[in-house]
């Protein structure tokens, strides 16, 4: 009886981690939104980073209607703590996001345990803001890069909500 009230709390715990709901921002279209859910661990300018903790759904949705212009794996092999600056080396997907306010990138990172992004587009795809496009299995981060002349009005500690929360 213990061994299947274990099972049964690990199925709780493994349905809730992959837990994907549906996002909808209502701001203006111009407006761009945030990629993930997470915890803001850097901010400045136009660059900022992003920790999603094992709490947080780790699904990952368009920050802006755009194009996919380019999609790469970059630091491969690379592997520290998600929640730690070093893992701004960390293997990751880049993809960059061709849009009328210029491109956007947002790098998936995988964390130190698990290690694997899933993304369900290609190049020269055509997504609408806050549609979902990806996944990071378990704790990692994403980095966010904003087009030069656009700063971010988020600080560090803020909290974010994937495809809905407003990151300019």
Do not use: W
Request: charged letters at 20%.
């Amino acid at each position: 009886m213990k061994v299947i009230k274990i099972i049964l709390i690990l199925l709780i715990l493994l349905i809730f981690f992959n837990r994907s709901p549906f996002r909808n921002s209502l701001l203006h279209n111009n407006v761009i939104v945030s990629p993930c859910d997470g915890t803001v661990t850097y901010a400045n300018k136009n660059k900022i980073s992003v920790f999603l903790s094992p709490l947080d759904v780790h699904v990952q949705y368009m920050p802006i209607d755009a194009y996919i212009s380019d999609i790469k794996i970059v630091n491969k092999n690379n592997f520290k703590l998600a929640n730690t600056p070093a893992s701004a080396h960390n293997e990751g997907v880049r993809v960059v996001f061709s849009s009328k306010l210029g491109d956007i990138i947002v790098t998936q990172r995988v964390g130190f345990f698990v290690r694997r992004i899933i993304n369900n587009i290609k190049i020269k795809d055509y997504r609408k803001r806050s549609s979902k496009y990806g996944f990071i299995t378990f704790g990692s981060r994403c980095d966010i890069e904003l087009p030069n002349n656009i700063n971010t009005c988020l600080k560090k500690g803020d909290y974010l909500t994937g495809g809905e929360t407003k990151i300019i």
